[in-house]
């Protein structure tokens, strides 16, 4: 691989100037491989490392540009400046050259340094070669065993690089899994979390699973599991197909989750115990968000609704949509998913190959699901959105009752009223709740 220096690389990118950076330092890590790929950063996330005094120079640097400066680890010197749109991190030389510091570090393709004084990529470990031939390497099985959340980011790295796994790092990665489970939980899940949310990352899920990784954090997840996941995959492909829309909620993040996605809800759902309590207490050992659990969760509740919605009933239909609520992609996804595989397994398809099911099946699985799908992506309609044609405050008013439980079951009578067109208008509305009351 050509090793001239990106453009990328160069210091007229960076959101600090070179002249604030010591002799020598060196930018490593993600970056330096990223630039090295071509592949391009709206967020700029760079690394040096330096020999000495790493958080004096961050904080410095910090000042100069009225930076947010973070101490990461002050017994190993690492500490980070923040800026609008970058991250610089620094930290401590380990050892007492440059090289000793790459040869401690997890895969080759991340042991190539660049200096920015003399624009010069170093290389000791050639992990340009691995590069260039799309491999991840481990620099040593005692390196990946001396931080062993480097053992789940090697999936998590090949999947994002679309890269494969070389067989010896590999067989050590396997031969070493009973040490993830020494990992905090949070750790692991932030790795499980980047494969979740892509396509790609469900195969490398599913060898994390069979060489060990993901036992200790998932107890419930079985082979069954991860057909679940490709089966979600291929839903969700068919769903953005048919429903772009649909597709991109999909891809939104979770409110208040760093990275998960409704399609990662919708992942996550087949990885946990099928029930909704067992599954809380699951996620919430695993420190998952109070919204992702409720994600999950409600994904769970709600999934025998969709399977068993009568479609001519507009009544269950609101129900649905009700409990549902924000994890209707997710949930939607789900249903198509579990369907095809319902589906192919009565027609004595092997499970393992119960992922792939054909385009007819899936196809017959979204037709199912259309009437409740352009239902939620209409913003208009009732069914789906309901408007408040009245508050609980104008029908204690209006009906001169006290406030209690029944007016929230008043509210939504006149609700699923009013999406069957026997109301629309508040008047109407206090008169359908008075009658309810007299009855």
């Known amino acids: 691989m050509d090793k001239s220096v990106p453009s990328t690389l160069t210091p007229e990118n960076w959101p600090f100037s070179l002249e604030l950076l010591p002799q020598p330092a060196y930018m490593v890590g993600g970056a330096v491989r990223d630039a090295i790929l071509g592949r391009t950063r709206e967020y700029l996330d760079l690394d040096f490392v330096i020999p000495f005094k790493a958080v004096k120079v961050a904080r410095v640097i910090a000042h100069h540009y009225k930076a947010g400066f973070v101490l990461l680890d002050a017994e190993r010197q690492i500490a980070r400046v923040v800026f609008p749109h970058a991250t610089a991190d620094f930290a401590q030389q380990s050892g007492n050259s440059l090289e000793v510091d790459l040869h401690r570090r997890d895969f080759t393709i991340n042991a190539i340094a660049y200096n920015p004084h003399t624009q010069e990529i170093i290389d000791p470990l050639q992990g340009c070669v691995d590069l260039q031939q799309g491999i991840l390497r481990m620099v040593s099985p005692a390196n990946l065993k001396d931080d062993p959340l480097r053992l789940m980011r090697g999936y998590r790295q090949a999947a994002q690089l679309g890269f494969t796994i070389e067989p010896a790092t590999q067989a050590a990665i396997r031969s070493l899994a009973s040490h993830i489970s020494k990992v905090a939980a949070e750790r692991v899940r932030v790795e499980i979390g980047y494969l979740l949310a892509n396509y790609q990352?469900?195969?490398?899920?599913?060898?994390?699973?069979?060489?060990?990784?993901?036992?200790?954090?998932?107890?419930?997840?079985?082979?069954?599991?991860?057909?679940?996941?490709?089966?979600?995959?291929?839903?969700?492909?068919?769903?953005?197909?048919?429903?772009?829309?649909?597709?991109?909620?999909?891809?939104?993040?979770?409110?208040?989750?760093?990275?998960?996605?409704?399609?990662?809800?919708?992942?996550?759902?087949?990885?946990?115990?099928?029930?909704?309590?067992?599954?809380?207490?699951?996620?919430?050992?695993?420190?998952?968000?109070?919204?992702?659990?409720?994600?999950?969760?409600?994904?769970?509740?709600?999934?025998?609704?969709?399977?068993?919605?009568?479609?001519?009933?507009?009544?269950?239909?609101?129900?649905?949509?009700?409990?549902?609520?924000?994890?209707?992609?997710?949930?939607?996804?789900?249903?198509?998913?579990?369907?095809?595989?319902?589906?192919?397994?009565?027609?004595?398809?092997?499970?393992?190959?119960?992922?792939?099911?054909?385009?007819?099946?899936?196809?017959?699985?979204?037709?199912?699901?259309?009437?409740?799908?352009?239902?939620?992506?209409?913003?208009?309609?009732?069914?789906?959105?309901?408007?408040?044609?009245?508050?609980?405050?104008?029908?204690?008013?209006?009906?001169?009752?006290?406030?209690?439980?029944?007016?929230?079951?008043?509210?939504?009578?006149?609700?699923?009223?009013?999406?069957?067109?026997?109301?629309?208008?508040?008047?109407?509305?206090?008169?359908?709740?008075?009658?309810?009351?007299?009855?």
Not at 247 to 276: F, H, M, Y
Not at 330 to 358: F, I, Q, R
Request: aromatic share 6%; with cysteine; proline share 5%.
């Open 201 to 439: 990352g469900t195969s490398w899920i599913t060898s994390a699973w069979e060489d060990g990784l993901l036992a200790p954090f998932f107890k419930n997840a079985t082979r069954e599991s991860l057909i679940k996941l490709a089966a979600v995959d291929n839903a969700a492909a068919l769903l953005t197909q048919n429903w772009p829309q649909l597709g991109a909620r999909l891809q939104e993040d979770v409110r208040d989750t760093i990275k998960t996605t409704w399609l990662s809800i919708a992942k996550l759902a087949c990885l946990v115990n099928p029930d909704p309590e067992l599954a809380e207490i699951e996620l919430q050992e695993l420190t998952y968000s109070r919204a992702e659990i409720r994600g999950v969760t409600t994904a769970l509740k709600v999934l025998p609704q969709f399977q068993l919605v009568d479609m001519s009933s507009l009544r269950e239909q609101y129900f649905l949509f009700h409990d549902a609520d924000m994890v209707f992609p997710a949930t939607a996804v789900l249903a198509v998913a579990l369907d095809s595989l319902v589906e192919a397994m009565s027609n004595d398809k092997p499970l393992h190959t119960a992922g792939a099911t054909t385009e007819e099946t899936k196809a017959r699985g979204c037709q199912v699901l259309a009437p409740l799908i352009n239902r939620y992506l209409n913003p208009d309609d009732l069914v789906a959105h309901p408007t408040a044609l009245v508050s609980g405050k104008e029908l204690i008013i209006a009906l001169d009752i006290p406030a209690s439980p029944i007016i929230g079951q008043l509210l939504t009578e006149i609700a699923v009223a009013q999406a069957e067109g026997k109301v629309s208008t508040p008047t109407e509305a206090i008169a359908y709740a008075r009658n309810i009351m007299s009855g």
